[in-house]
């Protein structure tokens, strides 16, 4: 009987099989792609300068110059943004064709809500496509036009959401690093609480290290891991204008705290921090009394230390 049993089991798992093949090559996509998986690709992206997305939006653009890329003419871009697009540029492959039922509607987000992208080479364009991406599914669809034959694309072997580096806006392309600073040429930190001045302290160099002259004994520990966050502060988030209107109440509010920091060039940066969001995650900072920004409230409260936080505690000898 159980050999009986086995015998079926494998004419069973042969139908099966044989079912399952059969299903493939019936129900395969019929696209049997006629085109390179890598028609949206660029191999060698190394001699790319300027890189321009256009879409409803707006028009902004990426230029390398002086050994560093920006976004417009005013700002520094996230040099890790600018790396993955460019990983992404070099090793996305088309999966396979659009379905035909979705053909037209693919079409239609293509021209009014996609994102036209154009890489130079000097002033020569040298690649173009249209991306626009469903983030609910994780799906990034691509075209050389938007009446064009469209492609889902992907990495194979990940499951990334492609689109969301190509539809960044500007201030999605900024470096979020807040101070670009090292120790090596900090001056001085100043920290002012406009409600109670009484909290606030000064950071200067003496003695070949930074300490808090009204403290006589400095706790160098706590100091240390203060400069460091400062000097690794980062935005989550840019502020639109319209983002300004509506946190308006925050922003028009006395600041809680004023970081004010200068270099050895005598250069100084500045940081006002306003009220929390109603979510409680995010605060919001304006840098250098132009740019308001959104920012992690547990790495913001890393930063907002009073005076006596950094006297050094005496130690009892151990009994």
């Known amino acids: 009987m159980q050999k009986k049993r086995n015998i079926k089991l494998i004419f069973v798992l042969i139908a099966l099989t044989l079912s399952a093949v059969s299903a493939y090559f019936v129900t395969r996509p019929a696209d049997q792609l006629k085109v390179s998986r890598d028609i949206f690709s660029y191999e060698d992206p190394a001699a790319i300068d300027k890189v321009v997305f256009s879409g409803a939006s707006g028009e902004h653009q990426l230029t390398f110059a002086g050994g560093s890329w920006q976004i417009g003419e005013e700002y520094k871009a996230d040099p890790q943004r600018v790396s993955v697009l460019f990983a992404i540029l070099k090793q996305m492959r088309v999966r396979r064709k659009v379905s035909r039922q979705q053909e037209e509607m693919i079409a239609e987000k293509l021209k009014e809500a996609g994102t036209k992208v154009t890489f130079y080479e000097g002033d020569k364009a040298v690649h173009e496509f249209y991306v626009w991406g469903d983030e609910e599914s994780g799906l990034t669809y691509l075209a050389e036009k938007p009446g064009d034959q469209a492609y889902i ?5 990940y499951r990334s959401f492609l689109a969301g580096i190509y539809q960044l806006d500007r201030n999605g392309w900024r470096d ?3 101070f670009t600073l090292n120790w090596s040429n900090l001056s001085n930190v100043k920290v002012v609480y406009p409600d109670n001045e009484g909290l606030g302290f000064s950071v200067e160099y003496a003695d070949r290290f930074y300490a808090i002259p009204e403290i006589p004994q400095t706790d160098s520990t706590k100091l240390t891991d203060f400069l460091d966050d400062v000097s690794l502060l980062f935005v989550n988030d840019f ?7 509506q946190y308006s109440q925050i922003i028009n509010a006395q600041p809680q705290a004023l970081f004010k920091i200068e270099d050895v060039g005598k250069n100084i940066y500045t940081l006002e921090i306003y009220g929390m969001l109603p979510d409680g995650k995010e605060i919001i900072g304006r840098i250098d009394s132009t740019d308001y920004a959104t920012f992690d409230v547990g790495k913001v409260r890393k930063i907002m230390k009073p005076k006596s936080y950094f ?3 005496e130690t009892e000898d151990i009994k």
């Open 239 to 245: 502020l639109s204008e319209k983002e300004k209107q």
């Open 153 to 157: 694309v992907e990495i194979p072997g």
């Open 311 to 313: 006297i050094k505690k």
């Open 176 to 178: 979020p690093l807040v």
